[in-house]
């Protein structure tokens, strides 16, 4: 079975540009969370899909964007790229809404110059 | 102060040493999740705790509620067990906001 994937795996971008990240969740699951790790400050929450509504959302500006689509696949924009948005952006699934299991992508790498 | 605290932030074992990461919290939790991040990127959960101890192979977690503390041990450690863990709380109706720790990174030489 596939596990959660996320694409691309690394970017690199210029201020003020746009830039779209995808996730497929593992099949059956219907939870997307999207998670920001910038360099030295740790995982940050950013985002929460279920059954294609956005559920919940960090403490992000509105530039921060996503949709899930109707086979739980999901995309995150940015927009107004900023330095300090060069980080890691990770990619989590779960079949349920209570976080009991949750798996993780490989996460893809944006720099932004 | 961080809701989440790990310790220590860096730890290098000899290979077969018993290890042991530390996080604690001062939020109210419904769960503590311990992840492992290898240097990749990827993150791979270990652990969801609400209470007590779990055991899966090497890797032993526990939690006290009351104390609100966790840790992870790590018996007859190795070099692929290097990593960097990550303890992360789940606050009731946190709706995905997982609070986390900074992380411990684990290196364990031969």
Redesign the interface.
């Known amino acids: 079975e596939a596990g959660v994937t996320q694409s691309p795996t690394h970017l690199i971008k210029t201020r003020g540009q746009q830039v779209t990240l995808r996730c497929s969740p593992i099949s059956g699951h219907t939870s997307v969370y999207w998670y920001q790790q910038a360099l030295g400050l740790g995982l940050q929450f950013l985002l929460w899909y279920d059954e294609g509504e956005e559920r919940n959302r960090g403490n992000f500006p509105p530039r921060f964007s996503g949709r899930q689509f109707p086979n739980y696949s999901s995309e995150l924009n940015v927009n107004a790229l900023e330095l300090e948005d060069s980080a890691l952006y990770l990619c989590a699934s779960s079949y349920d809404r209570g976080l009991n299991t949750i798996y993780f992508g490989e996460g893809s790498w944006l720099t932004v110059v | 102060k961080n809701e989440v605290e790990q310790s220590p932030q860096n730890l290098t074992a000899q290979e077969g040493e018993f290890i042991t990461i530390n996080c604690s919290y001062s939020v109210g939790i419904s ?1 503590l ?1 311990w ?1 492992q991040q290898h240097p ?6 270990l652990f ?1 705790l609400s209470s007590g101890k779990k055991k899966h192979g090497r890797l032993i977690a526990t939690i006290n509620i009351q104390e609100k503390h966790s840790s992870l041990h790590i018996t007859a450690s190795h070099p692929r067990d290097s990593a960097v863990y ?1 303890c ?1 709380g ?1 606050v009731p109706r ?5 609070i ?4 411990t990174k684990l290196s364990v030489k031969p």
């Not at chain 2, 990749?40 to 959960?45: D, K, N, R």
């Not at chain 2, 946190?94 to 997982?98: E, F, I």
């Not at chain 2, 986390?100 to 992380?103: L, P």
């Open positions: 769960a999740h992840l990749g990127g990827g993150i791979v959960s969801m990550i992360a789940d946190s709706q995905g906001n997982l986390f720790g900074k992380g």
